[in-house]
């Protein structure tokens, strides 16, 4: 079993920047695939980025392409997602997932689990 935990979510203005973390409980944090999701009011879920389970290939939505940056440290468990350039639309509850033994799919049926998600807005 993991369990997952975001923190890092706030309110921001237009053009700036937030750096969201995932720690996760399990030991066995480099066998997983990870990823960001988000979904906003009235919205269904959608992919944002997400990177194999050694970092060394992510994946990144088309909307968030050179403003967002996942990275990830096994050593200490945890995924970060960096937004910069954040826009009003980028506001979301943002999730991430883990996808055991996965390659870094952008399908949120792929992972098998998810965060409580924390809350980013932008404000215009």
């Known amino acids: 079993q993991v369990a997952l935990v975001e923190s890092g979510g706030g309110l921001v203005q237009a053009g700036g920047s937030l750096r969201l973390s995932c720690i996760s409980s399990g030991r066995t944090f480099n066998t997983y695939a990870m990823a960001w999701f988000r979904q906003a009011p009235g919205k269904e879920r959608e992919f944002v980025a997400a990177?194999?389970?050694?970092?060394?290939?992510?994946d990144y939505a088309d909307s968030v392409k050179g403003r967002f940056t996942i990275s990830r440290d096994n050593a200490k468990n945890t995924v970060y997602l960096q937004m910069n350039s954040l826009k009003p639309e980028d506001t979301a509850v943002y999730y991430c997932?883990?996808?055991?033994?996965?390659?870094?799919?952008?399908?949120?049926?792929?992972?098998?689990?998810w965060g409580q998600g924390t809350q980013v807005t932008v404000s215009s």
């Open positions: 997932a883990a996808d055991y033994l996965g390659s870094g799919s952008a399908s949120a049926s792929r992972y098998d689990y």
């Open positions: 990177a194999t389970w050694s970092g060394g290939r992510t």
